[in-house]
C-alpha cells in the first residue's frame, strides 16, 4: 500500500549525508519528486510540496533530520483538510450517510465494511440496498449483510429508490438504529441521469453526510470524478476503495489537496474488517516507515475482548496454552482484517517481515491442516495437548485426512510456539524479540555475516 513510497522516500533521505550539503539536498527532492510523479500524485501537488520541503528544509539547516521534519510536517499539511474526520454522529440519531460512487468502485463493499466497523463499535446499523442500477447491486447487499450480521432494508418490488430510501429512514427512525448507510446506484461513467437521481435521494431523505467512494486503483480518474461529484451534488467525504492493491499509493495525496474534501477512511484489503479511519498524521507516519501504534491500539481494543486477553496472558506465562485458546485467538486475529494491514502499523516491521504481509489466518494451507487436526480431537485433547500418543495421533490422522508425519509436524510447531509465547511473556523476552528482529534483513530473512 505504502511500500513504493516509503521505499522512495528511504532512498531520498539517504541522497543527505552531510549537514548544509546544498547539492545533497537537491538530489534529494528530485529524488522524491520522481517518486511521487510515478506514484500518481498530481503534477501540481507534487511541485507544492517539493518546494514546500525544499524550503522548509533550508531554514532548519539542511541535514537528515530536518529533512525528515519538513517531509512529516508537509505531507501532513496537505492530507490535512478542513472538515470531519472518520464517521461523526448526528446528535439526533439515526444518522444517515449516503454512499456515492461509479460503477466498479467497490461502492457496495465499501458500505459492508463501514457498516461493520461501525458494528465493531457497538453501534445499531442498518442498511439500505438502494443501487437498483447494476444486476446483483441487492443481492452482494444482502449477502454482505448476512456475513457481518447487520439488519438491511430491501424492496425486490419497488423500482423507486427514492421511496426505498425513505422506508428505510422510517424504519431506522422507528427502531432507533445510530446509523442508516444508503448504498446509491453507480453508473460506468459520470451522467445526468445519474446525478439527478442521488440529487433528488439526497433532497428527499436529507442525509447528514454524504460520502464519495473512489477507486485508487484508478489514479487521476479517481481525482477527477471526486471532484465533479463535489461539484455535482456536494460530498462531505472521499472513501478510497482498493488501496491494498494500489502499489503507487499517490491517489491519496492528489485527492486531498486537490478535491479539498477530507478522505475519511480507506479500505485496505478484501476482508470486511479491512477498513481504517484516516488520520493525516498517522498514514504520514506509516508512510515514512514510521508504524501506526495509535491505530493499531484502536484496531485491536475494539475487537479483542480484554478479560479473555488477560486470561490468555496468564495461560501463556504458565505454559498452560492449548488448542481451544489457539483458535479463539485465531478467530480474534482474523476479525482484525488483512496481515498486511496489521503489519504496517507496526514501526519497523514494514519493512522487515515481508513474508508476513500475504499471511491469511483463515485460508493458508497450514491454518487449514491445523483446524482440521483440532476438529479431529476430542474436548480433552483439546485442552491438553499433552495428551497426544501415537494411537490418538493415529485416529486424528485418519478423521483429519492429514498424514502421522504431519499431525507430529504441526505438533511440534504448536509445542515449539508456546515456548517461545512464554519465553517472550518474562522479563526481557520482548528485549530478545528485538534482537531476532534487529538480525533480520530485507523481506524478513536473516542478515548474512560478512
Known amino acids: 500500500m505504502f511500500d513504493s513510497i516509503t521505499g522512495s522516500i528511504r532512498n531520498a533521505v539517504n541522497k543527505i549525508r552531510h549537514q548544509d550539503d546544498v547539492a545533497a539536498l537537491t538530489k534529494a527532492t528530485t529524488e522524491l519528486k520522481k517518486a511521487l510523479l510515478k506514484a500518481d500524485v498530481h503534477h501540481k501537488t507534487t511541485k507544492e510540496l517539493i518546494n514546500a520541503i525544499e524550503l522548509q528544509t533550508k ?60 458494528k465493531t463499535r457497538k453501534k445499531k446499523v442498518l442498511v439500505a440496498a438502494c443501487d437498483l442500477q447494476r444486476l446483483a447491486a441487492v443481492e452482494q447487499l444482502k449477502q454482505i449483510a448476512a456475513q457481518i450480521d447487520v439488519d438491511i432494508y430491501f424492496d425486490d418490488v419497488e423500482k423507486d429508490p427514492i421511496k426505498i430510501a425513505l422506508a428505510a429512514k422510517e424504519k431506522a427512525t422507528k427502531e432507533h438504529y445510530d446509523v442508516l448507510l444508503v448504498d446509491t446506484a453507480g453508473r460506468l461513467a459520470i451522467d445526468e441521469e445519474l446525478m439527478l437521481q442521488l440529487k433528488n435521494i439526497k433532497d428527499a431523505v436529507k442525509p447528514n453526510e454524504i460520502f464519495y467512494v473512489a477507486d485508487s486503483l484508478t489514479g487521476h480518474d479517481a481525482t477527477k470524478t471526486a471532484t465533479t461529484f463535489k461539484e455535482k451534488i456536494g460530498i ?28 475519511r477512511f480507506i479500505g485496505i484489503g478484501e476482508k470486511m474488517p479491512d477498513l481504517e479511519v484516516f488520520i493525516p498524521d498517522r498514514i504520514v507516519s506509516r508512510l515514512l516507515g ?161
Open 59 to 118: 531554514n532548519a539547516g539542511i541535514g537528515q533530520d530536518s529533512f525528515l521534519r519538513a517531509l512529516k510536517s508537509e505531507l501532513t499539511t496537505l492530507l490535512t483538510t478542513s472538515g470531519n474526520q472518520g464517521f461523526v454522529f448526528s446528535s439526533t440519531p439515526p444518522t444517515v450517510v449516503l454512499m456515492t460512487g461509479l460503477q466498479g468502485s467497490g461502492k457496495t463493499t465499501t458500505t459492508g465494511k463501514l457498516a461493520n466497523y461501525l
Open 236 to 263: 462531505d467525504g472521499v472513501i478510497l476503495s482498493k488501496y491494498d492493491g494500489d502499489t503507487k499509493g499517490g491517489v491519496a495525496l492528489s485527492i486531498a489537496h486537490q478535491v479539498e474534501v477530507p478522505l
Open 290 to 450: 514510521l508504524g501506526d501504534i495509535e491505530g493499531l491500539a484502536e484496531k485491536t481494543s475494539a475487537i479483542i475482548d480484554e478479560k479473555k486477553a488477560k486470561e490468555v496472558s496468564k495461560k501463556i506465562k504458565k505454559g498452560q496454552f492449548n488448542f481451544n485458546d489457539f483458535l479463539e485467538q485465531l478467530s480474534m486475529m482474523s476479525k482484525l482484517g488483512s496481515m498486511k494491514s496489521i503489519i504496517g502499523m507496526i514501526p519497523g516491521l514494514s519493512q522487515m517481515a515481508g513474508p508476513l504481509k500475504d499471511m491469511d489466518f483463515e485460508n493458508s494451507a497450514e491454518i487449514k491442516r491445523i483446524k482440521a487436526l483440532i476438529s479431529s480431537m476430542t474436548l480433552k485433547e483439546r485442552e491438553d495437548p499433552e495428551l497426544m500418543n501415537a494411537s490418538r495421533k493415529k485416529r486424528i490422522a485418519k478423521g483429519s485426512g492429514l498424514s502421522e508425519v504431519q499431525i507430529n509436524k504441526i505438533l511440534k510447531q504448536f509445542k515449539n510456539a508456546s515456548k517461545m509465547a512464554k519465553q517472550l511473556s518474562t522479563k526481557g523476552g520482548m528485549k530478545g524479540l528485538q534482537n531476532m528482529l534487529s538480525q533480520m534483513g530485507p523481506g524478513g530473512m536473516p542478515k548474512i555475516p560478512r
